[in-house]
C-alpha cells in the first residue's frame, strides 16, 4: 500500500462521510489508498462509511477515553502504507491534494512534513474567513507550526517522530510537529487545498471551542524548546483577561480611574493583533469583526488555560 490516510473520529457522520468521499475523488490510483478510521462512536462498525468500492476503508472502534493522539497511533499500527496522512473527521480535500502533497514533500530532501492550504466558500460566515486568513499568514514557505487537520509524511518520519502524544488532550500537533521540526522542514502549500467543514462559524462555538483547546496550553510546553514567536500565544491571552477582570473589580470598588486604565492596557493587545490580521491578509472582512473575534477568542483561551492548569494540580495532588 502506498497511502495510508489516519482519520480519528469523534462523532459528526455526515463530517466523517465527506472527508471520505474527498479522498474517494483524489486523482491517483485508490488501489493503492487505504483509509483508517479510528472511532469512539460504536456505529462505526455498522454505518456505511463510502460507496465507492475502489477505496478500501478499515473502521476500528476504541474507548471513549482515549485521546486523539491515542487514535492516530493507533491508527498507524494497523496501516501499511509507505506515507502516512493523517487528517480530522471533518476536512474535505482538494482531488489533487495526494499527489501534491508527494510532489512537495519529494521537492526538498530536508522537508518532513507537507500540509495543504486552508480555503473557504465565498458566502462562508465573517468568522470562517478569519480562521481560514490565519491559517495562511505563511504560504509556501517553511513554518515553524503545522496544524494536525491535514499532515503528510513517511512512515520512516512518523517512527523517527516519536508518535503523538499521549498524554495531551489538545494541542497535540503543536508537541508533534515542534518535535519533527527538530528532525526536519515544515513546509506549508499551495498548490493544494483542504475546507475546514467543522471550523468556527459562531462566536458561541468559537467561545466554547477555544476554552477546550487551552487546556493542554501549559502541558504542550513541557519537553519541548518554545521559540520567542510562540511565547505570546501563551502570555497574551492570561494577561488580557486578568487586566478584563482586574477592572471590573476595580469598578465595583469605585475606582473609576484605574478600572478604565485597566480595561485600557487589556483592549491594547486586541487592537494590536485586529490590525495586523486585516493588514496581513487584507480580509475581506471588517476591522469591528476581527476585533469582534479576538474580544472572545483570548478569553476563551485564558480561561481553557487555567482551567488545564487547576486540573493538572489536582491530578498531581490526588
Known amino acids: 500500500m502506498q497511502i495510508s490516510f489516519i482519520i480519528p473520529h469523534k462523532g459528526r457522520f455526515e463530517m466523517l462521510i465527506q472527508t471520505i468521499e474527498s479522498i474517494a475523488k483524489q486523482s491517483f490510483d485508490l488501489t493503492q489508498v487505504e483509509v483508517i478510521v479510528v472511532s469512539q462512536t460504536p456505529d462505526v462498525l455498522k454505518q456505511a462509511l463510502s460507496d465507492e468500492a475502489k477505496l478500501q476503508i478499515k473502521p476500528f472502534l476504541r474507548q471513549e477515553s482515549e485521546t486523539i493522539s491515542t487514535l492516530r ?16 473527521a471533518d476536512i474535505y480535500l482538494s482531488e489533487n491534494w495526494i499527489e501534491e502533497m508527494q510532489s512537495t514533500l519529494a521537492q526538498d530532501a530536508k522537508r518532513i512534513i507537507v500540509s495543504a492550504m486552508q480555503i473557504c466558500k465565498s458566502d462562508a460566515p465573517p468568522l470562517e474567513k478569519i480562521r481560514t486568513s490565519l491559517s495562511n499568514a505563511e ?86 524548546h518554545i521559540p520567542l514567536r510562540e511565547w505570546p500565544s501563551f502570555v497574551v491571552p492570561p494577561a488580557i483577561f486578568l487586566f478584563i477582570i482586574a477592572s471590573v473589580l476595580l469598578l465595583i470598588f469605585g475606582l473609576r ?23 496581513i491578509n487584507n480580509l475581506p472582512v471588517s476591522f469591528f469583526q476581527i476585533f469582534l473575534f479576538y474580544i472572545v477568542y483570548f478569553p476563551a483561551r485564558a480561561i481553557g488555560t487555567f482551567a488545564g492548569l487547576f486540573k493538572s494540580i489536582r491530578v498531581k495532588n490526588s
Open 73 to 88: 497511533n493507533y491508527g498507524v499500527t494497523q496501516s501499511s502504507g509507505r506515507y502516512l496522512a493523517f487528517l480530522d
Open 139 to 224: 504560504l509556501d514557505v517553511n513554518v515553524v507550526f503545522l496544524p494536525g487537520r491535514n499532515l503528510f509524511l513517511t512512515r520512516d518520519s512518523f517512527a523517527k517522530i516519536g508518535g503523538f502524544p499521549e498524554h495531551l488532550v489538545t494541542c497535540e500537533d503543536y508537541y508533534f510537529t515542534d518535535k519533527a521540526a527538530q528532525l526536519g522542514a515544515l513546509f506549508y502549500t499551495s498548490s493544494a487545498t483542504y475546507i475546514h467543514l467543522g471550523e468556527d462559524k459562531t462566536l458561541k462555538g468559537l467561545f466554547d471551542k477555544e476554552i477546550w483547546r487551552g487546556q493542554s496550553n501549559l502541558q504542550s510546553i513541557e519537553g519541548r
Open 257 to 279: 480611574g484605574l478600572a478604565i486604565c485597566s480595561l485600557l492596557i487589556g483592549l491594547f493587545p486586541v487592537v494590536v493583533y485586529s490590525v495586523r490580521l486585516q493588514n
